[in-house]
């Protein structure tokens, strides 16, 4: 047989035939087609596809299947101030690099690269504002810069957090999302859960409250110590909370672990949190829990 060259070139059937196989201006053409944009919509656990828009009227909760889907500082900040509008404090804390880390990947350069793609400077957050018309200060990790872990930068602003409160007899809402402790920073960052836990007892002692509240998921040293002890611990549904990993416990005793296993159900049925709350229903639910535990 000819090649597809001669073919051509000598016209007929063979060509009308043989002109599917090739890309001329009268087969099909793409000038016009459309991508459709990224990030118009979410796909739920279920297999449901939802609208991005009706997903955050929602609560960022699929109204499917009432997944929580994860989101970050900024999205629980609109959620729970008034209107939406808020002060964010201590922006300038932020993650270095204090103990010269060196790997694969120098640890100053993952920073350098996570904070380009987040537009983060550290994976805690804190900002001020008024909830249902009364002053509050809230800190929200973000899990997506590295993991939400816990360093010297989240600590310190931690600390500072709890100081303005202190300072403006206001309520300290702590929400947390992480996987534990950052391992580039060692000691230094285990030693932010005794440098937190302190400071917690200056607020206790001015009687005023401390709410945490455990999102999906919430691990390590951070479980271990600050996000636990607060004045009312409350915890979204489903949400993966433990120390360490199921499959590690596991592994660790030898046996298969009970069913529902480190979500805030099971905890909240050994008492490791005093309730589960919806997301739609956590700015009405923070809000009584503030005027019972500090009436204006």
């Given at each position: 047989m000819d090649n597809l060259d001669n073919i051509y070139e000598n016209g007929g059937e063979e060509k009308k035939k043989m002109a599917w196989f090739r890309r001329t201006k009268k087969n099909i053409t793409t000038e016009h087609k459309k991508d459709v944009p990224k990030g118009l919509w979410y796909k739920s656990p279920s297999g449901k596809i939802i609208d991005t828009e009706e997903l955050k009227a929602n609560a960022y909760v699929s109204p499917e299947d009432d997944f929580h889907v994860q989101i970050g500082s900024q999205e629980y900040f609109e959620?729970?101030?008034?209107?939406?509008?808020?002060?964010?404090?201590?922006?300038?804390?932020?993650?270095?690099?204090?103990?010269?880390?060196?790997?694969?990947?120098?640890?100053?350069?993952?920073?350098?690269d996570v904070k380009k793609k987040t537009g983060l400077t550290d994976a805690l957050r804190t900002a001020t504002g008024d909830m249902n018309g009364r002053g509050v200060v809230v800190s929200a990790m973000d899990f997506k810069f590295i993991g939400g872990s816990l360093g010297s930068a989240m600590g310190e602003k931690i600390v500072?957090?709890?100081?303005?409160?202190?300072?403006?007899?206001?309520?300290?809402?702590?929400?947390?999302?992480?996987?534990?402790?950052?391992?580039?920073?060692?000691?230094?960052?285990l030693m932010q859960m005794a440098k937190v836990e302190a400071k917690l007892t200056q607020l206790a002692d001015a009687k005023i409250p401390y709410i945490s509240v455990l999102t999906n998921p919430t691990y390590g040293g951070v479980?271990?110590?600050f996000a636990s002890v607060g004045?009312?611990?409350?915890?979204?549904?489903?949400?993966?909370?433990?120390?360490?990993?199921?499959?590690?416990?596991?592994?660790?005793?030898?046996?298969?672990?009970?069913?529902?296993?480190?979500?805030?159900e099971f905890l909240l049925?050994?008492?490791?949190?005093?309730?589960?709350?919806?997301?739609?229903?956590?700015?009405?639910?923070l809000s009584e829990s503030i005027n019972m535990l500090m009436p204006i």
């Open positions: 959620i729970l101030f008034d209107d939406s509008k808020f002060k964010e404090l201590d922006t300038k804390v932020e993650s270095k690099d204090p103990l010269s880390w060196s790997d694969t990947q120098k640890y100053k350069d993952r920073l350098k500072r957090a709890m100081d303005y409160a202190l300072k403006h007899k206001m309520p300290y809402i702590l929400i947390s999302q992480s996987g534990g402790a950052r391992m580039m920073e060692a000691a230094i960052s479980t271990a110590s004045d009312l611990v409350i915890a979204e549904p489903q949400a993966l909370i433990g120390f360490a990993g199921p499959r590690v416990i596991k592994e660790t005793i030898g046996r298969d672990l009970p069913e529902g296993f480190q979500t805030s049925e050994k008492g490791f949190v005093d309730m589960i709350v919806h997301r739609k229903m956590l700015k009405r639910q």
